[in-house]
Protein backbone atom coordinates (compact mmCIF):
# COMPACT_ATOMS: atom_id res chain seq x y z
CA UNK A 1 0.00 0.00 0.00
CA UNK A 2 1.24 3.50 -0.59
CA UNK A 3 1.84 5.90 1.50
CA UNK A 4 -0.86 8.20 -0.22
CA UNK A 5 -3.38 5.31 0.31
CA UNK A 6 -2.38 4.57 3.96
CA UNK A 7 -2.93 8.52 4.92
CA UNK A 8 -6.42 8.60 3.44
CA UNK A 9 -7.02 5.38 5.32
CA UNK A 10 -6.12 7.01 8.68
CA UNK A 11 -7.90 10.07 8.19
CA UNK A 12 -10.69 7.58 6.86
CA UNK A 13 -10.29 6.15 10.30
CA UNK A 14 -10.37 9.14 12.06
CA UNK A 15 -12.97 10.55 10.87
CA UNK A 16 -15.60 7.67 11.24
CA UNK A 17 -14.23 7.31 14.87
CA UNK A 18 -14.81 11.19 15.57
CA UNK A 19 -19.08 10.04 13.97
CA UNK A 20 -19.09 7.73 16.61
CA UNK A 21 -17.83 9.85 19.44
CA UNK A 22 -20.27 12.68 18.57
CA UNK A 23 -23.29 9.67 18.01
CA UNK A 24 -22.51 8.50 21.65
CA UNK A 25 -21.77 12.60 23.04
CA UNK A 26 -25.11 13.49 21.33
CA UNK A 27 -27.29 10.92 22.95
CA UNK A 28 -26.00 10.83 26.96
CA UNK A 29 -26.43 14.77 26.30
CA UNK A 30 -29.96 14.65 24.19
CA UNK A 31 -28.61 17.21 21.28
CA UNK A 32 -28.51 16.61 17.98
CA UNK A 33 -24.97 15.21 16.57
CA UNK A 34 -24.80 18.51 14.45
CA UNK A 35 -24.90 20.94 17.52
CA UNK A 36 -21.58 19.23 18.72
CA UNK A 37 -19.51 20.80 16.38
CA UNK A 38 -16.90 19.58 13.25
CA UNK A 39 -14.26 18.09 16.35
CA UNK A 40 -16.65 16.62 18.57
CA UNK A 41 -13.66 14.63 20.59
CA UNK A 42 -12.67 17.98 22.12
CA UNK A 43 -15.25 17.70 24.51
CA UNK A 44 -13.85 14.72 25.93
CA UNK A 45 -10.25 16.48 26.45
CA UNK A 46 -8.53 17.67 29.56
CA UNK A 47 -6.35 19.84 30.53
CA UNK A 48 -3.49 19.62 33.48
CA UNK A 49 -2.79 22.13 35.83
CA UNK A 50 0.46 23.46 33.97
CA UNK A 51 -2.42 24.19 30.69
CA UNK A 52 -1.24 20.93 28.88
CA UNK A 53 -3.98 19.31 26.77
CA UNK A 54 -4.67 15.48 26.96
CA UNK A 55 -6.44 13.85 23.81
CA UNK A 56 -8.84 11.14 24.62
CA UNK A 57 -7.22 9.38 21.19
CA UNK A 58 -3.77 9.87 20.07
CA UNK A 59 -2.85 8.04 16.54
CA UNK A 60 -0.63 8.82 13.94
CA UNK A 61 -1.67 12.07 13.34
CA UNK A 62 0.20 12.46 16.36
CA UNK A 63 3.52 11.39 15.44
CA UNK A 64 6.70 12.91 16.28
CA UNK A 65 10.02 12.47 15.07
CA UNK A 66 11.86 10.06 16.73
CA UNK A 67 14.60 10.91 19.39
CA UNK A 68 18.22 9.87 19.66
CA UNK A 69 18.49 6.65 21.29
CA UNK A 70 19.87 6.71 25.23
CA UNK A 71 22.93 8.94 25.84
CA UNK A 72 22.20 11.04 23.42
CA UNK A 73 21.42 14.55 23.46
CA UNK A 74 18.97 16.05 24.02
CA UNK A 75 18.86 12.75 26.37
CA UNK A 76 14.91 12.58 26.49
CA UNK A 77 15.23 9.13 26.12
CA UNK A 78 17.85 8.47 29.11
CA UNK A 79 21.28 10.15 30.47
CA UNK A 80 23.30 7.12 30.07
CA UNK A 81 22.91 5.17 27.45
CA UNK A 82 25.05 2.30 29.14
CA UNK A 83 23.12 1.65 32.09
CA UNK A 84 22.64 -2.12 33.38
CA UNK A 85 19.01 -3.28 32.25
CA UNK A 86 19.68 -6.46 35.03
CA UNK A 87 19.74 -3.94 37.82
CA UNK A 88 17.70 -0.78 36.64
CA UNK A 89 17.57 2.44 39.06
CA UNK A 90 18.95 2.79 41.99
CA UNK A 91 16.97 1.50 44.83
CA UNK A 92 17.14 4.57 47.10
CA UNK A 93 16.50 4.46 50.84
CA UNK A 94 16.95 7.35 53.80
CA UNK A 95 18.64 6.18 56.52
CA UNK A 96 19.49 8.45 59.71
CA UNK A 97 16.30 10.34 60.21
CA UNK A 98 15.82 11.29 63.89
CA UNK A 99 18.96 9.07 65.07
CA UNK A 100 21.49 9.40 67.32
CA UNK A 101 22.86 5.69 67.43
CA UNK A 102 25.36 5.22 64.62
CA UNK A 103 25.54 1.47 65.30
CA UNK A 104 22.13 1.15 64.76
CA UNK A 105 21.90 3.00 61.93
CA UNK A 106 24.80 1.29 60.33
CA UNK A 107 22.99 -2.02 60.95
CA UNK A 108 19.80 -0.46 59.13
CA UNK A 109 21.95 0.27 56.52
CA UNK A 110 24.13 -2.84 55.73
CA UNK A 111 20.09 -4.80 56.59
CA UNK A 112 18.62 -2.71 53.68
CA UNK A 113 22.06 -3.17 51.17
CA UNK A 114 21.36 -6.78 52.29
CA UNK A 115 17.57 -6.71 50.97
CA UNK A 116 17.89 -4.72 47.86
CA UNK A 117 18.55 -0.98 48.69
CA UNK A 118 21.72 0.32 46.34
CA UNK A 119 21.95 3.81 47.00
CA UNK A 120 21.86 5.29 50.57
CA UNK A 121 20.41 8.58 51.51
CA UNK A 122 22.08 9.75 55.13
CA UNK A 123 20.24 12.45 57.19
CA UNK A 124 22.80 13.99 59.08
CA UNK A 125 23.00 17.03 61.77
CA UNK A 126 20.24 18.63 64.09
CA UNK A 127 17.87 15.71 65.76
CA UNK A 128 19.28 13.08 62.86
CA UNK A 129 22.48 11.47 62.39
CA UNK A 130 25.18 13.21 64.58
CA UNK A 131 27.82 14.18 61.86
CA UNK A 132 30.91 12.95 64.02
CA UNK A 133 29.48 9.93 63.68
CA UNK A 134 29.60 9.32 59.96
CA UNK A 135 32.90 7.16 59.76
CA UNK A 136 30.75 4.68 62.07
CA UNK A 137 27.49 5.15 60.32
CA UNK A 138 29.17 3.73 57.10
CA UNK A 139 31.14 1.21 58.45
CA UNK A 140 30.74 -1.82 55.71
CA UNK A 141 29.05 0.13 53.65
CA UNK A 142 31.21 0.49 49.80
CA UNK A 143 30.49 3.43 48.20
CA UNK A 144 31.60 2.08 45.02
CA UNK A 145 28.73 0.01 44.78
CA UNK A 146 26.05 2.27 46.51
CA UNK A 147 26.10 5.84 45.66
CA UNK A 148 25.96 7.84 49.21
CA UNK A 149 23.21 10.89 49.79
CA UNK A 150 24.04 13.46 52.25
CA UNK A 151 21.20 15.10 53.69
CA UNK A 152 22.38 17.56 56.28
CA UNK A 153 20.96 20.89 55.72
CA UNK A 154 22.60 24.02 57.27
CA UNK A 155 25.62 21.37 58.36
CA UNK A 156 26.29 20.54 54.51
CA UNK A 157 29.73 21.84 55.24
CA UNK A 158 30.26 20.25 58.00
CA UNK A 159 29.09 17.08 56.88
CA UNK A 160 30.98 16.96 53.60
CA UNK A 161 34.19 17.70 54.95
CA UNK A 162 33.44 14.75 57.68
CA UNK A 163 32.89 13.04 54.44
CA UNK A 164 36.17 14.19 52.57
CA UNK A 165 38.53 13.19 55.77
CA UNK A 166 36.30 9.24 55.67
CA UNK A 167 37.15 8.85 51.81
CA UNK A 168 40.66 9.96 52.60
CA UNK A 169 41.58 7.66 55.12
CA UNK A 170 39.74 4.87 53.39
CA UNK A 171 42.07 5.48 50.46
CA UNK A 172 45.37 5.67 52.24
CA UNK A 173 44.30 2.50 53.91
CA UNK A 174 43.77 0.99 50.86
CA UNK A 175 40.16 -0.02 50.45
CA UNK A 176 40.46 -2.00 46.97
CA UNK A 177 38.55 0.59 45.15
CA UNK A 178 41.05 1.04 42.17
CA UNK A 179 39.31 3.51 40.18
CA UNK A 180 38.08 6.61 42.81
CA UNK A 181 35.66 7.88 39.97
CA UNK A 182 33.41 4.58 41.20
CA UNK A 183 32.81 6.15 43.94
CA UNK A 184 29.97 8.60 43.51
CA UNK A 185 29.00 10.33 46.54
CA UNK A 186 26.26 13.74 46.58
CA UNK A 187 27.06 16.50 49.19
CA UNK A 188 23.43 17.73 49.20
CA UNK A 189 23.69 21.45 49.29
CA UNK A 190 20.50 23.56 48.18
CA UNK A 191 20.27 26.46 48.77
CA UNK A 192 18.22 28.15 46.07
CA UNK A 193 16.13 25.43 47.04
CA UNK A 194 15.76 25.56 50.81
CA UNK A 195 15.14 29.46 49.77
CA UNK A 196 11.98 28.89 48.00
CA UNK A 197 10.86 26.54 50.98
CA UNK A 198 12.09 28.13 54.10
CA UNK A 199 14.49 25.26 54.92
CA UNK A 200 17.72 25.76 57.13
CA UNK A 201 20.39 25.58 54.37
CA UNK A 202 23.96 26.47 53.64
CA UNK A 203 24.58 30.07 51.80
CA UNK A 204 24.87 29.60 47.89
CA UNK A 205 28.77 30.35 48.34
CA UNK A 206 29.52 27.81 50.89
CA UNK A 207 27.77 25.71 48.33
CA UNK A 208 29.79 27.07 45.55
CA UNK A 209 33.22 26.39 47.39
CA UNK A 210 32.13 23.05 48.00
CA UNK A 211 31.44 22.39 44.49
CA UNK A 212 34.92 23.97 43.75
CA UNK A 213 36.41 21.65 46.15
CA UNK A 214 34.24 18.44 44.82
CA UNK A 215 35.38 19.06 40.99
CA UNK A 216 39.41 18.48 41.89
CA UNK A 217 38.32 14.76 43.62
CA UNK A 218 38.97 12.22 42.33
CA UNK A 219 35.83 10.37 43.32
CA UNK A 220 32.25 11.65 41.47
CA UNK A 221 30.85 14.08 43.55
CA UNK A 222 28.37 16.65 43.19
CA UNK A 223 27.91 18.91 45.21
CA UNK A 224 24.82 20.10 45.01
CA UNK A 225 20.95 19.04 44.42
CA UNK A 226 18.76 21.09 42.74
CA UNK A 227 15.34 19.73 44.62
CA UNK A 228 12.78 20.34 42.84
CA UNK A 229 10.34 18.83 45.08
CA UNK A 230 10.14 21.78 46.73
CA UNK A 231 7.76 23.20 44.51
CA UNK A 232 6.15 20.60 44.46
CA UNK A 233 5.35 20.26 47.77
CA UNK A 234 4.34 23.62 47.31
CA UNK A 235 1.14 22.70 44.89
CA UNK A 236 3.15 22.93 41.58
CA UNK A 237 2.24 21.18 38.80
CA UNK A 238 4.62 18.97 36.71
CA UNK A 239 5.89 21.94 34.21
CA UNK A 240 5.88 24.42 36.81
CA UNK A 241 8.03 21.72 39.12
CA UNK A 242 10.52 21.73 35.72
CA UNK A 243 10.56 24.84 35.43
CA UNK A 244 11.61 26.31 38.36
CA UNK A 245 14.34 23.96 39.00
CA UNK A 246 15.45 24.46 36.01
CA UNK A 247 15.82 28.04 37.02
CA UNK A 248 17.55 27.25 39.83
CA UNK A 249 19.68 25.30 37.98
CA UNK A 250 20.95 27.65 36.09
CA UNK A 251 21.32 30.13 38.42
CA UNK A 252 23.72 27.71 39.97
CA UNK A 253 25.90 27.43 36.56
CA UNK A 254 25.86 31.07 36.35
CA UNK A 255 27.66 31.14 40.34
CA UNK A 256 29.70 27.96 39.40
CA UNK A 257 31.34 29.18 36.43
CA UNK A 258 31.64 32.95 38.30
CA UNK A 259 34.03 30.91 40.64
CA UNK A 260 36.09 29.68 37.78
CA UNK A 261 34.79 26.21 37.03
CA UNK A 262 34.16 25.44 33.62
CA UNK A 263 30.59 24.92 31.96
CA UNK A 264 31.00 20.89 31.91
CA UNK A 265 32.36 20.70 35.37
CA UNK A 266 29.51 23.14 36.47
CA UNK A 267 27.13 21.19 35.24
CA UNK A 268 28.74 17.86 36.56
CA UNK A 269 28.24 19.25 39.93
CA UNK A 270 24.22 19.40 39.67
CA UNK A 271 21.97 16.88 40.34
CA UNK A 272 18.03 17.01 40.34
CA UNK A 273 15.62 15.60 42.41
CA UNK A 274 12.00 15.62 41.32
CA UNK A 275 8.54 13.90 42.64
CA UNK A 276 6.96 11.09 41.31
CA UNK A 277 3.17 11.17 41.22
CA UNK A 278 0.12 8.41 40.92
CA UNK A 279 -0.35 9.97 37.70
CA UNK A 280 1.97 7.75 36.24
CA UNK A 281 2.05 8.79 32.67
CA UNK A 282 2.30 12.58 33.52
CA UNK A 283 5.34 11.24 35.85
CA UNK A 284 6.99 9.71 32.74
CA UNK A 285 6.77 12.35 30.50
CA UNK A 286 7.86 14.66 33.35
CA UNK A 287 11.23 12.55 33.85
CA UNK A 288 11.92 13.02 30.08
CA UNK A 289 10.85 16.00 29.49
CA UNK A 290 12.94 17.07 32.20
CA UNK A 291 16.04 15.98 30.88
CA UNK A 292 14.74 17.44 27.44
CA UNK A 293 14.76 20.92 29.03
CA UNK A 294 18.49 20.62 30.80
CA UNK A 295 20.00 19.56 27.99
CA UNK A 296 18.80 22.45 25.80
CA UNK A 297 20.09 24.69 28.75
CA UNK A 298 23.49 22.63 28.29
CA UNK A 299 23.67 23.14 24.64
CA UNK A 300 22.96 26.91 25.08
CA UNK A 301 25.90 27.06 27.37
CA UNK A 302 28.07 25.37 24.19
CA UNK A 303 27.70 21.88 26.62
CA UNK A 304 25.76 19.55 24.58
CA UNK A 305 27.48 16.72 25.54
CA UNK A 306 27.35 17.49 29.33
CA UNK A 307 23.79 17.96 29.49
CA UNK A 308 22.42 14.75 30.53
CA UNK A 309 20.66 15.75 34.07
CA UNK A 310 21.29 13.43 36.79
CA UNK A 311 17.86 12.51 38.11
CA UNK A 312 16.51 11.42 41.37
CA UNK A 313 12.97 10.80 42.20
CA UNK A 314 11.28 11.12 45.53
CA UNK A 315 7.73 9.58 45.19
CA UNK A 316 5.32 12.61 45.98
CA UNK A 317 4.65 14.16 50.04
CA UNK A 318 1.42 15.85 49.08
CA UNK A 319 -0.28 12.60 47.77
CA UNK A 320 -0.08 11.09 50.97
CA UNK A 321 -3.04 10.71 53.05
CA UNK A 322 -3.31 10.06 56.58
CA UNK A 323 -6.68 8.09 56.47
CA UNK A 324 -6.37 5.29 55.14
CA UNK A 325 -2.89 5.27 54.67
CA UNK A 326 -2.66 1.89 52.95
CA UNK A 327 -4.02 3.23 49.85
CA UNK A 328 -0.67 5.13 49.98
CA UNK A 329 0.82 1.51 49.13
CA UNK A 330 -1.10 2.32 45.78
CA UNK A 331 0.22 5.46 44.91
CA UNK A 332 3.98 4.98 45.51
CA UNK A 333 3.66 1.75 43.24
CA UNK A 334 2.41 3.85 40.55
CA UNK A 335 4.51 7.09 40.93
CA UNK A 336 7.69 4.12 40.76
CA UNK A 337 6.70 2.93 37.89
CA UNK A 338 5.95 6.32 36.63
CA UNK A 339 9.52 7.38 37.65
CA UNK A 340 11.11 4.12 36.31
CA UNK A 341 9.53 3.81 32.91
CA UNK A 342 10.27 7.80 32.65
CA UNK A 343 14.25 7.25 33.10
CA UNK A 344 15.10 8.11 36.91
CA UNK A 345 18.17 7.23 37.53
CA UNK A 346 17.31 6.33 41.55
CA UNK A 347 14.24 6.38 43.19
CA UNK A 348 13.07 6.74 46.68
CA UNK A 349 10.04 5.30 47.64
CA UNK A 350 8.45 7.20 51.16
CA UNK A 351 7.27 4.77 53.75
CA UNK A 352 2.75 4.24 53.40
CA UNK A 353 2.37 5.51 57.21
CA UNK A 354 5.05 8.72 56.38
CA UNK A 355 2.65 11.45 57.32
CA UNK A 356 1.73 9.67 60.39
CA UNK A 357 3.30 9.51 63.58
CA UNK A 358 5.68 6.79 63.72
CA UNK A 359 3.38 3.38 64.62
CA UNK A 360 0.23 5.32 64.33
CA UNK A 361 -1.06 2.67 61.46
CA UNK A 362 -0.39 0.34 64.00
CA UNK A 363 3.07 -1.44 62.05
CA UNK A 364 6.94 -0.98 63.41
CA UNK A 365 8.74 1.60 60.95
CA UNK A 366 11.28 -1.60 60.11
CA UNK A 367 7.66 -2.61 58.88
CA UNK A 368 7.17 0.44 56.48
CA UNK A 369 10.54 0.88 55.31
CA UNK A 370 10.56 -2.70 54.25
CA UNK A 371 7.20 -2.13 51.81
CA UNK A 372 8.86 0.55 50.59
CA UNK A 373 11.86 -0.67 49.61
CA UNK A 374 9.70 -4.13 48.42
CA UNK A 375 7.50 -1.87 46.24
CA UNK A 376 10.32 -0.93 43.89
CA UNK A 377 12.18 -4.61 44.04
CA UNK A 378 8.60 -5.98 43.00
CA UNK A 379 8.84 -3.58 39.95
CA UNK A 380 12.35 -4.65 39.39
CA UNK A 381 12.84 -7.95 39.77
CA UNK A 382 9.86 -9.37 39.31
CA UNK A 383 7.97 -7.17 36.84
CA UNK A 384 11.35 -6.32 34.95
CA UNK A 385 10.48 -2.75 34.38
CA UNK A 386 13.98 -1.88 34.48
CA UNK A 387 14.97 -4.08 31.38
CA UNK A 388 14.06 -1.75 28.63
CA UNK A 389 15.41 1.87 28.68
CA UNK A 390 12.69 4.28 27.39
CA UNK A 391 9.85 1.59 27.33
CA UNK A 392 7.63 4.80 26.64
CA UNK A 393 9.00 5.64 23.54
CA UNK A 394 7.53 5.62 20.01
CA UNK A 395 3.97 5.97 21.96
CA UNK A 396 2.11 8.89 20.18
CA UNK A 397 0.58 9.83 24.07
CA UNK A 398 3.75 9.84 26.12
CA UNK A 399 5.74 11.48 22.70
CA UNK A 400 3.19 14.04 22.72
CA UNK A 401 2.75 14.59 26.35
CA UNK A 402 6.61 14.69 27.21
CA UNK A 403 6.87 17.65 24.41
CA UNK A 404 3.74 19.51 26.14
CA UNK A 405 5.37 19.64 29.28
CA UNK A 406 9.09 20.21 27.89
CA UNK A 407 7.54 23.38 26.03
CA UNK A 408 5.82 24.43 29.18
CA UNK A 409 8.10 23.89 31.42
CA UNK A 410 10.86 25.98 29.18
CA UNK A 411 8.21 28.76 29.20
CA UNK A 412 7.88 28.84 32.60
CA UNK A 413 11.76 28.76 33.00
CA UNK A 414 11.75 31.80 30.51
CA UNK A 415 9.40 33.95 32.19
CA UNK A 416 11.61 33.48 34.95
CA UNK A 417 14.40 34.33 33.33
CA UNK A 418 12.80 37.02 32.04
CA UNK A 419 12.14 38.56 35.71
CA UNK A 420 15.77 38.63 36.03
CA UNK A 421 16.87 35.09 37.36
CA UNK A 422 15.69 32.55 39.69
CA UNK A 423 16.71 34.90 43.02
CA UNK A 424 15.12 38.12 41.73
CA UNK A 425 11.72 36.28 40.69
CA UNK A 426 11.86 34.46 43.85
CA UNK A 427 11.98 38.16 45.64
CA UNK A 428 9.81 39.53 43.23
CA UNK A 429 6.89 36.90 44.44
CA UNK A 430 6.71 35.51 40.69
CA UNK A 431 7.57 31.71 41.61
CA UNK A 432 5.60 31.73 44.75
CA UNK A 433 2.46 33.65 43.03
CA UNK A 434 2.20 31.30 40.26
CA UNK A 435 2.26 28.04 42.17
CA UNK A 436 -0.19 29.07 44.79
CA UNK A 437 -2.66 29.61 41.97
CA UNK A 438 -1.86 26.17 40.69
CA UNK A 439 -2.23 25.07 44.72
CA UNK A 440 -5.46 26.60 44.55
CA UNK A 441 -7.04 25.67 41.34
CA UNK A 442 -5.86 21.98 42.90
CA UNK A 443 -7.52 22.48 45.89
CA UNK A 444 -10.74 23.40 44.42
CA UNK A 445 -10.90 20.72 42.55
CA UNK A 446 -10.54 17.94 45.13
CA UNK A 447 -13.02 20.39 47.27
CA UNK A 448 -15.15 19.81 44.67
CA UNK A 449 -14.79 16.29 43.95
CA UNK A 450 -13.81 16.37 40.77
CA UNK A 451 -10.30 15.21 41.48
CA UNK A 452 -10.92 11.72 43.63
CA UNK A 453 -8.73 11.02 46.37
CA UNK A 454 -9.40 7.20 47.27
CA UNK A 455 -10.35 6.72 50.67
CA UNK A 456 -10.61 10.93 51.45
CA UNK A 457 -13.12 12.50 49.17
CA UNK A 458 -13.81 9.19 47.84
CA UNK A 459 -14.78 5.73 49.72
CA UNK A 460 -13.70 6.91 52.68
CA UNK A 461 -14.34 4.45 55.95
CA UNK A 462 -15.90 6.10 58.03
CA UNK A 463 -15.06 2.97 60.68
CA UNK A 464 -11.71 3.81 60.68
CA UNK A 465 -10.08 4.12 63.81
CA UNK A 466 -9.15 8.01 65.31
CA UNK A 467 -5.68 9.35 64.51
CA UNK A 468 -3.90 9.68 67.84
CA UNK A 469 -3.17 12.95 69.32
CA UNK A 470 -0.78 14.98 66.88
CA UNK A 471 -1.40 13.14 63.89
CA UNK A 472 -2.68 16.62 62.36
CA UNK A 473 0.48 18.53 63.28
CA UNK A 474 2.84 15.66 61.72
CA UNK A 475 0.55 15.41 58.47
CA UNK A 476 2.08 19.14 57.94
CA UNK A 477 5.14 17.79 57.38
CA UNK A 478 6.42 14.63 55.94
CA UNK A 479 9.93 13.22 55.79
CA UNK A 480 10.89 16.40 57.64
CA UNK A 481 9.68 18.74 55.27
CA UNK A 482 6.16 21.13 55.09
CA UNK A 483 3.86 19.78 52.30
CA UNK A 484 0.36 20.75 50.97
CA UNK A 485 -1.05 17.24 51.49
CA UNK A 486 -3.85 16.99 49.18
CA UNK A 487 -6.15 15.24 51.45
CA UNK A 488 -5.82 18.00 54.09
CA UNK A 489 -9.11 19.81 54.25
CA UNK A 490 -10.60 16.48 54.14
CA UNK A 491 -9.04 15.17 57.38
CA UNK A 492 -9.25 18.45 58.89
CA UNK A 493 -13.32 17.63 58.69
CA UNK A 494 -12.09 14.11 60.24
CA UNK A 495 -10.26 15.45 63.14
CA UNK A 496 -13.46 17.37 64.19
CA UNK A 497 -15.05 14.50 63.51
CA UNK A 498 -13.15 12.34 65.91
CA UNK A 499 -13.26 15.04 68.73
CA UNK A 500 -17.01 14.81 68.04
CA UNK A 501 -16.50 10.85 68.63
CA UNK A 502 -14.37 11.31 71.56
CA UNK A 503 -16.74 14.12 73.67
CA UNK A 504 -19.90 12.05 72.76
CA UNK A 505 -19.62 8.96 72.35
CA UNK A 506 -20.82 8.64 68.66
CA UNK A 507 -19.89 10.55 65.38
CA UNK A 508 -21.67 13.49 63.95
CA UNK A 509 -24.84 12.25 62.22
CA UNK A 510 -27.27 13.09 59.89
CA UNK A 511 -30.79 10.94 58.74
CA UNK A 512 -31.46 10.02 55.27
CA UNK A 513 -34.70 10.20 54.32
CA UNK A 514 -35.29 7.81 51.17
CA UNK A 515 -37.78 7.92 48.84
CA UNK A 516 -39.43 5.43 47.21
CA UNK A 517 -37.61 1.64 46.10
CA UNK A 518 -34.39 0.82 47.00
CA UNK A 519 -34.06 1.01 43.20
CA UNK A 520 -35.60 4.42 42.97
CA UNK A 521 -33.23 5.91 46.01
CA UNK A 522 -29.90 4.23 46.10
CA UNK A 523 -28.03 6.16 44.02
CA UNK A 524 -28.59 9.33 45.91
CA UNK A 525 -28.80 7.36 49.20
CA UNK A 526 -25.03 6.16 47.60
CA UNK A 527 -23.65 9.61 46.84
CA UNK A 528 -25.18 11.38 50.31
CA UNK A 529 -23.54 8.43 52.04
CA UNK A 530 -19.99 8.78 50.75
CA UNK A 531 -20.06 12.47 50.67
CA UNK A 532 -21.01 12.84 54.42
CA UNK A 533 -18.62 10.17 54.97
CA UNK A 534 -16.08 12.15 53.53
CA UNK A 535 -16.37 14.96 56.63
CA UNK A 536 -16.80 12.27 58.82
CA UNK A 537 -20.48 12.46 59.32
CA UNK A 538 -22.39 9.19 59.94
CA UNK A 539 -25.51 8.66 57.80
CA UNK A 540 -28.17 7.04 59.20
CA UNK A 541 -30.19 5.34 56.39
CA UNK A 542 -34.28 4.15 58.26
CA UNK A 543 -34.84 2.65 54.65
CA UNK A 544 -38.01 3.89 51.96
CA UNK A 545 -40.14 6.43 54.38
CA UNK A 546 -43.51 7.71 53.04
CA UNK A 547 -44.36 11.01 53.83
CA UNK A 548 -48.04 10.11 54.10
CA UNK A 549 -47.40 7.18 57.27
CA UNK A 550 -45.66 9.05 59.78
CA UNK A 551 -42.59 6.75 58.93
CA UNK A 552 -40.41 9.94 58.84
CA UNK A 553 -41.43 11.04 62.36
CA UNK A 554 -40.35 7.61 63.43
CA UNK A 555 -37.51 7.91 61.62
CA UNK A 556 -36.74 11.15 63.16
CA UNK A 557 -37.31 10.35 66.77
CA UNK A 558 -35.35 6.87 66.48
CA UNK A 559 -32.46 8.80 65.34
CA UNK A 560 -31.91 11.68 67.30
CA UNK A 561 -30.91 13.71 64.01
CA UNK A 562 -31.43 17.46 63.44
CA UNK A 563 -29.99 17.52 59.72
CA UNK A 564 -32.13 15.14 57.60
CA UNK A 565 -31.08 14.47 53.46
CA UNK A 566 -33.98 13.83 51.44
CA UNK A 567 -33.12 11.07 48.38
CA UNK A 568 -34.93 10.01 45.39
CA UNK A 569 -35.48 10.18 41.89
CA UNK A 570 -36.57 13.67 40.54
CA UNK A 571 -39.84 12.02 39.71
CA UNK A 572 -40.18 11.09 43.15
CA UNK A 573 -39.31 14.40 44.16
CA UNK A 574 -42.14 16.03 41.97
CA UNK A 575 -44.31 13.69 43.68
CA UNK A 576 -43.59 13.52 47.51
CA UNK A 577 -40.90 15.79 47.57
CA UNK A 578 -42.66 19.07 49.29
CA UNK A 579 -44.72 16.12 51.73
CA UNK A 580 -41.38 14.65 52.93
CA UNK A 581 -39.88 18.29 53.40
CA UNK A 582 -43.07 19.13 55.23
CA UNK A 583 -42.89 16.12 57.56
CA UNK A 584 -39.07 16.39 58.16
CA UNK A 585 -39.97 19.91 59.23
CA UNK A 586 -42.87 18.72 61.52
CA UNK A 587 -41.10 15.74 63.40
CA UNK A 588 -38.15 18.32 64.40
CA UNK A 589 -35.90 18.40 61.66
CA UNK A 590 -34.44 21.89 61.58
CA UNK A 591 -32.29 21.89 58.32
CA UNK A 592 -33.27 19.64 55.33
CA UNK A 593 -31.35 18.92 52.03
CA UNK A 594 -31.78 17.34 49.20
CA UNK A 595 -29.66 14.98 47.22
CA UNK A 596 -30.38 16.35 43.40
CA UNK A 597 -30.43 19.62 41.87
CA UNK A 598 -32.66 22.48 42.67
CA UNK A 599 -34.52 22.50 39.61
CA UNK A 600 -37.10 20.12 41.06
CA UNK A 601 -37.57 23.05 43.57
CA UNK A 602 -37.48 26.11 41.52
CA UNK A 603 -40.85 27.29 42.02
CA UNK A 604 -41.80 25.84 45.76
CA UNK A 605 -41.49 28.66 48.08
CA UNK A 606 -42.18 28.51 52.23
CA UNK A 607 -41.22 25.20 54.72
CA UNK A 608 -42.16 22.77 51.84
CA UNK A 609 -38.67 24.15 50.42
CA UNK A 610 -35.33 22.11 51.39
CA UNK A 611 -32.59 24.28 52.79
CA UNK A 612 -29.71 23.09 50.40
CA UNK A 613 -29.26 20.76 47.32
CA UNK A 614 -26.34 18.39 47.21
CA UNK A 615 -24.96 17.57 43.83
CA UNK A 616 -21.52 16.22 42.62
CA UNK A 617 -20.55 20.05 41.35
CA UNK A 618 -20.72 21.58 45.23
CA UNK A 619 -18.04 22.25 47.34
CA UNK A 620 -17.99 19.46 49.72
CA UNK A 621 -15.37 21.00 52.23
CA UNK A 622 -17.66 23.91 52.41
CA UNK A 623 -20.77 22.37 52.82
CA UNK A 624 -19.48 19.94 54.97
CA UNK A 625 -17.58 22.61 56.97
CA UNK A 626 -21.36 24.11 57.31
CA UNK A 627 -23.35 20.60 58.78
CA UNK A 628 -20.24 19.83 61.09
CA UNK A 629 -20.61 23.39 62.76
CA UNK A 630 -24.63 22.77 62.86
CA UNK A 631 -24.00 19.75 64.55
CA UNK A 632 -21.34 20.49 67.18
CA UNK A 633 -22.26 24.21 67.78
CA UNK A 634 -18.79 25.57 66.57
CA UNK A 635 -19.28 26.41 63.05
CA UNK A 636 -15.54 27.58 62.42
Known amino acids: MSPASEAEDAARAYSEWQQAVAGVLAKSRRV ?10 KLLETTTYDGVTVSPLYSGRDELPESPLPGQFPFVRGADGSRDVNAGWLVAALFGQDAQNAAEVNRTILDGLENGVSAVRLSLGGENLPIAALDLALTGVLLDLAPLTLEAG ?111 AALGQLEFRLAATDDQFQTVAKFRAGR ?37 MLRTTLAVFGAGVGGADSVTVLPFDVALPVGAAGVSKSFSDRIARNTQLLLLEESH ?32 EAAGGYRAALAAGLVTDRIAATKAARD ?80 RTTFATNLLASGGIEAVNPGQLDPADGGIATAVKESGATIAVLCGTDKRYGEQGA ?29 ERPDGFLTARIDAVAAL ?9 DNK
Open 154 to 264: ADAVAAAQQLFTLLDARAAAGDGVTDRAQVRVGLGASPLTDAFSGAAGVELADAVALADTASARAEAVRAITVDGTVFHNAGAGDAEELGAAVAAGVEYLRALTEQGLTIS
Open 625 to 633: TELLGAIDG
Open 579 to 607: AAVAALREAGIEQVLLAGPEKIFAEVEGA
Open 444 to 523: ADIAHRRTAVTGINEFPNLGEAPLPAGAAEAGSTVAGVTVARYAAAFEALRDRSDAFLAANGARPQVLLAPLGSVAEHNV
Open 385 to 416: LGRVLDPGAGSWYVEQLTQQVADKAWAFFQQI
Open 292 to 328: QVWARVAQVCGASEFGGQVQHAVTSAAMMSQRDPWVN
Open 32 to 41: DAAELGPEPQ
